[in-house]
């Protein structure tokens, strides 16, 4: 049982996430959560059935996604909050996304063939199934040949910005992320800013859209929070958080619900989202 019981980062099997979004959702319930985005990267697909889960146990679904956009040497992660996901036009955009990030599979593939680490596509799409293809699936199917222990290892090894076998993407710069949420009725929110390490990139954001940073995050430091929570006063941005939760044995640290994000949080997210945009 959290305090906050707001969390605003889930992943479920719509993309790199080890939980169907049902089971995300009965989990949610049991760690006092409240309040959940549920924020796939480049896919809205598991909210029907998370939203259709959140009514039996009281629980509020915000719709999100995420889009990670490569910058040079760095990853730069937009959340998108209160999208109209439903949209014809939002949903043909994500399409295009997952496009890309198959032919992505497949080009990180050939890498790791040059690197002497043979692997098929298939054989990652055969681990997403539906869901959106990403280094995860191909780092699990890298465990499944036996070439690497963990997650962890063949992010280390291989797939990490800059590592050997990582393709970048080239077809959203994250000013482009900020404003296609913006044009789908959502507010942008900078995701982890801290593994980023590209602040220098907030004001442009700013000027783009973006409606907040991501604060409470598992792996930001206390300086970082309040470094962050002050940048957020500064440029009249709502400092949000979440665990970024991706199920069990994902390489990645977290429990659902955690680290704290007071509810004045939420409320204020949903409130800029009513709000017509300026622009
Ligand atoms: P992609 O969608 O291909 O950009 O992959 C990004 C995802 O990979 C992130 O959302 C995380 O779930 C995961 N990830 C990134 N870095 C690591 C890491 N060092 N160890 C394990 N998982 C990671
Ligand atoms: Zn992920
Ligand atoms: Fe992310
Ligand atoms: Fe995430």
Redesign the pocket.
Known sequence: MTPGGVDLHS?TTAS?GLLAPRDLVKLAARQGVRVLAVTD?DSTSGLPEAMAEAVEHGIEIVPGLEI?CDVPGA?IHVLGYYVDWQADWFEAFLAEQRAERRARVHRMVERLGELGVPLTAEEVFAICKEGSP???HV?QAMIKRGYVKS??EA??RYL?SGGPANVPRRRLTPVEAVAVIRRAGGVPVFAHPGLAGRDGLIPELVEAGLGGIETFYPEHSAGQIEAYSALCRRHDLVATGGSDY?GPQ???AGTLGSPYVPVEVWQELRDRAQRPSAA
Request: avoid cysteine.
């Open positions: 992943h790199d990267h990670n990853e990403g280094r995860p780092a997650v962890r992010f280390d990490r991706h994902t390489g990645r």
